[in-house]
């Protein structure tokens, strides 16, 4: 079955050698006109002389991500006096931190927190005061707001101080670090190819890409002289049919958004594979805009896959309507190494239906045949050899 549906793909093309479990593979940027807009029509088999299984991969692209990193700590303090209850953390060393999780054993509380943080335990400053932390739990309600924002601080001391209360049971705190990892992006060269205003003082301008891409950013560079403040909608070549006279051409929208002379003119969507662009600019009763060029990028794309059985691997592709596939592995991201090394891809191969993924040896491709025969050669030109000095004496 699983050999069958492998040649239901358009496309193939080979996978270096896995030499550990987790690598990376790099789609490259000519494979996108070739898959679908989610990217779902893409999997990696692999292919033994017994077996043909499905490799399970995740995938991700350069994008920039927000992440939550957990900082080591220990509670070295919980006191109380008539102001409150304390609590007192000590990181591991100074570092950036921005967050506090809390958690109480209390399911009900509606409390005052008092934040400091100090280095020396001795002078303390105050991040926050009165910050408001709330838990509501009942047959009706389950609610719970119990986190700490600040501003990025580094301290290595940290006192939560949960005011004018006699008890609060602390379960468990996380101290954190909120950050956002700068993205990848790569740029694509576009050409402006026509320039129209229509009857209704409606611009449109058509540009397009060297190649197809996978684009999520555009920056519209205005060089008109005077201030603007211009609705606009950019959308993509997503279909075109044949008609007797002539092309029917369908746009989908990419962004819409309105093109300001007090800003930069930089637009961010959903990842979306194209090559043809079209932007209409609504001018009303205004003077219509000298759009000079687009600059138009994406981000990186590339899947974590699993490597578990000894096979010669391939990635298959192009398939309209496939689905998303469903792996166990999207349950245990955390498991994944975070350094990987890269697996290369082959040339580009259509697949034919019926014909072996991996190409049987001819036989003189393989090394022990040749040796077979260069040795049979060796005994048969020695017998003769022999022969005819037995002849000559």
């Not at 934040?115 to 047959?139: G, H």
């Not at 290595?156 to 909120?178: M, T």
Request: proline share 3%.
């Amino acid at each position: 079955m699983t050999f069958a549906q492998l040649h239901t793909y358009e496309y193939k093309r080979s996978i270096e050698q896995p030499t550990d479990s987790w690598h990376k593979i790099n789609l490259k940027p000519e494979m996108y006109k070739h898959l679908n807009q989610r990217l779902s029509d893409m999997r990696i088999y692999g292919v033994s002389k017994t077996d043909t299984t499905q490799v399970p991969f995740l995938m991700h692209s350069s994008a920039s991500k927000k992440v939550n990193r957990d900082l080591a700590f220990e509670l070295i303090n919980q006191t109380k006096n008539e102001d409150g209850i304390f609590f007192t953390f000590k990181l591991e060393d100074a570092q950036l931190i921005n967050k506090i999780h809390l958690d109480f054993i209390e399911t009900n509380f509606d409390w005052k927190i008092q934040l400091d943080a100090s280095n020396d335990q001795k002078e303390w400053y105050t991040l926050l005061d009165d910050y408001r932390i709330t838990s509501i739990k009942n047959k009706q309600v389950t609610y719970q707001y119990s986190q700490l924002h600040f501003e990025s601080s580094e301290y290595q001391y940290y006192r939560v101080l949960v005011k004018n209360i006699d008890k609060a049971e602390l379960d468990r705190a996380r101290l954190r670090r909120f950050e956002v990892e700068k993205g990848e992006n790569i740029s694509y060269p576009s050409t402006i190819t026509k320039k129209e205003t229509t009857n209704s003082n409606e611009s449109l301008v058509f540009a397009e890409m060297d190649n197809t891409a996978r684009i999520s950013r555009v920056l519209i560079n205005i060089k008109s002289n005077f201030d603007y403040y211009r609705p606009f909608k950019l959308e993509y070549l997503a279909d075109s049919v044949k008609l007797d006279d002539g092309y029917r051409y369908q746009y989908a929208t990419l962004v819409t958004g309105v093109l300001d002379s007090s800003s930069d003119n930089t637009y961010t969507f959903p990842a979306t594979t194209c090559k043809k662009m079209r932007l209409n600019i609504y001018n009303g009763n205004n003077e219509p805009l000298h759009v000079d060029s687009f600059n138009v990028s994406g981000f990186r794309d590339y899947l974590l896959a699993r490597f578990t059985k000894e096979a010669d691997f391939f990635l298959v592709y192009g398939k309209e309507n496939d689905q998303l596939p469903s792996y166990d592995i999207e349950k245990f991201k955390d498991n994944i190494p975070e350094e990987l090394t890269s697996l290369s891809l082959g040339e580009e191969i259509l697949i034919i239906p019926n014909q072996p993924m991996v190409e049987e040896k001819g036989l003189f491709e393989n090394k022990l045949w040749l040796w077979i025969l260069m040795i049979l050669a060796i005994v048969i030109m020695g017998g003769f050899t022999l022969k005819m000095l037995r002849s000559e004496s």
